[in-house]
């Protein structure tokens, strides 16, 4: 079969969306681990240490770049059209709930999926705008290990000291959480890994890599809310 009617065919699209899917999750992993590193307690350095050492790849880090938004392109266009193919099968009007096995497989998950896909494709163009590149204002430095490096740590607590931005981002977490979460087992079940006897602790496993990664992220608005305090110039060189 040739690549262009694996796309066509809707088993195609679903495996397309499932392989980039199962690549967004592990981009997801590196950046919460990266982000994670804001808790140490230096003010940002380690933080702005890791955001300057990825900048320094250089051409590199556009490459890495490019691929991640072309996975990102296949797995929304895919999930596009697999939605609406669904949507003109189900034109007949037949009922809905019976058609899907009843409504225990019609988690709330799997029926809000194209939602929070839809909240997450508006999210993210807004997120890369605001911190990496900083709403178009420009960045302060910072000295670290005595290197020069963008104080991206700044830009990242000042920004959740606006409750609209800490809480806003704490709501698209849980919805990224629901999406996580049927992701999850859906992507494996459309690559055929899904086994009777396996499912219950797919499901499972979804769940819980749902609630690290979507708790993961939540935890950096809200401790920066309540807890955040914005470091000086000077600061964030204890590297
Ligand atoms: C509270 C949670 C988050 C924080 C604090 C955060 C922080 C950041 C920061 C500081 C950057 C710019 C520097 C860098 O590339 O490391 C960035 C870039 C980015 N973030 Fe996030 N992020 C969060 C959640 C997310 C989520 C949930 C997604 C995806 C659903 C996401 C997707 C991206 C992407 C695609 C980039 C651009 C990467 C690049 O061009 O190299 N982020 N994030």
């Given at each position: 079969?040739?690549?262009i009617?694996?796309?066509q065919?809707t088993v195609?699209?679903?495996v397309?969306m499932?392989?980039?899917?199962i690549?967004l999750m592990?981009?997801?992993?590196?950046?919460?681990?990266?982000n994670?590193t804001m808790?140490?307690?230096?003010?940002?350095a380690l933080?702005?240490?890791y955001a300057?050492?990825?900048e320094?790849?250089?051409?590199?880090?556009?490459v890495?770049e490019?691929?991640l938004?072309a996975i990102?392109l296949?797995?929304v266009v895919a999930a596009f059209?697999v939605?609406?193919?669904?949507?003109r099968?189900?034109a007949?009007?037949?009922d809905?709930?019976a058609?899907k096995g009843?409504?225990?497989?019609?988690?709330?998950?799997s029926?809000?999926m194209?939602?929070?896909?839809i909240?997450?494709?508006i999210?993210?163009?807004?997120?890369?705008?605001?911190?990496?590149?900083n709403?178009?204002?420009?960045?302060?430095?910072t000295e670290?290990g005595?290197?020069e490096v963008?104080n991206l740590?700044a830009?990242?607590?000042?920004?959740?000291?606006?409750?609209?931005?800490?809480?806003?981002?704490?709501?698209v977490?849980?919805l990224l959480?629901?999406?996580?979460r049927?992701?999850f087992?859906?992507?494996l079940?459309?690559?055929?890994a899904?086994?009777?006897?396996?499912t219950p602790a797919?499901y499972a496993v979804?769940?819980?890599?749902?609630l690290?990664?979507?708790?993961g992220?939540l935890l950096?608005p809200?401790?920066f809310?309540?807890?955040g305090?914005?470091?000086?110039?000077?600061?964030?060189g204890?590297?």
């Amino acid at each position: 079969m040739s690549v262009i009617r694996i796309w066509q065919s809707t088993v195609g699209k679903k495996v397309v969306m499932a392989v980039s899917g199962i690549f967004l999750m592990l981009f997801l992993i590196t950046h919460l681990a990266g982000n994670l590193t804001m808790f140490a307690p230096d003010d940002g350095a380690l933080f702005n240490q890791y955001a300057h050492k990825l900048e320094s790849m250089g051409v590199l880090l556009y490459v890495a770049e490019a691929g991640l938004l072309a996975i990102f392109l296949f797995h929304v266009v895919a999930a596009f059209q697999v939605y609406l193919g669904k949507k003109r099968a189900r034109a007949g009007g037949y009922d809905r709930d019976a058609s899907k096995g009843g409504p225990s497989k019609l988690t709330v998950a799997s029926r809000s999926m194209i939602i929070t896909g839809i909240v997450l494709l508006i999210f993210i163009p807004v997120h890369i705008w605001m911190f990496k590149f900083n709403a178009g204002q420009e960045f302060t430095y910072t000295e670290v290990g005595g290197e020069e490096v963008k104080n991206l740590y700044a830009v990242v607590v000042e920004s959740f000291q606006n409750p609209w931005i800490a809480f806003g981002y704490t709501a698209v977490m849980l919805l990224l959480g629901l999406h996580l979460r049927h992701g999850f087992w859906s992507s494996l079940q459309s690559l055929g890994a899904m086994s009777p006897r396996w499912t219950p602790a797919i499901y499972a496993v979804g769940l819980i890599f749902a609630l690290l990664l979507a708790g993961g992220f939540l935890l950096l608005p809200l401790y920066f809310f309540f807890f955040g305090e914005i470091p000086d110039a000077g600061m964030g060189g204890g590297l």
